[in-house]
């Protein structure tokens, strides 16, 4: 294919040169324009047909005036139109040729049903019609078939225009819709981002607080057993809390590459990876780093109800470690259902606060999972004082109840 460069300059020359369209002028020189071609055809029709004496000085100075004022037609139609009228009932009233001012008196009425309602365009229309029967009644029958025909029309003129407003209107009114849907998709699209940046923000937080936790648990242990009896140094619990760290930062790693695929693939069919769900809290529990009491009592569970019953046993889990304040915790996670939702309850015998720390985002993090999936999460110290207890309800769909 053949490429074609053109010169800036020349293609500038180009574009000011007064050969433009006429849809490329403005309203006023194009009506102007319009002003002009109705006043030559009218001179035309002054001296060749029509009823009426052919014009004189005044006549034709008339004539060529009443047209001036269709410049600003679009402007100041009212005003044009009371102009208009004015000089075409003298030019009638001095019986000059009577067909000349007829393609400018209809224009102009044209322009009035475009530019104006029903209402103020029928009042018009009759204003007309009663000022030309006044013009025409003294002429007598001959003056009343002519009126009849003239009338006529004037109708016609005003239904058309009052047509293309209507047309022109709804015309708007879909571009419009058209702009107000796609600027309607355009924040839906929006909203879908903030959500799923929202998403990957509290997968990662749980992520990395968790495994983060077991890590700092799982150092502690190890140094514990290096550090109470340097003489008969227990190997093999070295061995397995460094094997317990490595699998943690492993199993972290499969999980933090598949939060993260989204944002490197975003076109992807499933980018998302598959969402955890309650089939891994066993899994969960094994690496908790503490001792965890599992039952879980619940099959059919959507998909996003169980990723959030798995986040949220996830969440609590390590704030249960971070805060339990004990080396013997136990931590007693049960999910069921219950009254049409899934209910988990995760439950700890540790020290029943949240510590003295700075205060974090697990608990919020709980509670806006809970609500991705139209549930609540009530988190407190046990009413016996002995350790923590977080309790979530997670409605389910009404295909999955039980």
Known sequence: MQATVTNP???TITASRPGRTLAALDPLRQDALLAAALAALASAIAVTVGSGRHPDALGWALLLGLHVPLAWRRRAPLTVLAVMITLIATYHQLDYNHSAPTAASMVVLYTVAVTHGPRRTAFIGAAVVTLMLLLKIR??????QVSFQITGWIVSMLVLGGYLRVHRENAAAAVERAERAERTREEEARRRVAEERLRIARDLHDLLAHTITLIGVQTSVAAHVLAADPERLDRTAVAKALDDIAETCRTARGELRTTLEVLRDPGAPD???????????????????????????ADGVPPAVGAAAYRIVQEALTNAVRHGGRADLTVRVGVHHEEGGLRVRVTDDGLGDAGDGPPGFGLVGMRERARSVGGTVDAGPRADGRGFEVSAVLPLGPGERR
């Open 9 to 11: 300059v020349q293609a």
């Open 139 to 144: 002429h007598g029958m001959a003056g009343v």
């Open 271 to 297: 980018a998302r990876g598959p969402l955890p769900g309650l089939d891994g809290l066993a899994e969960l529990a094994k690496s908790a780093g503490a001792r965890v009491e599992l039952a879980v009592r």
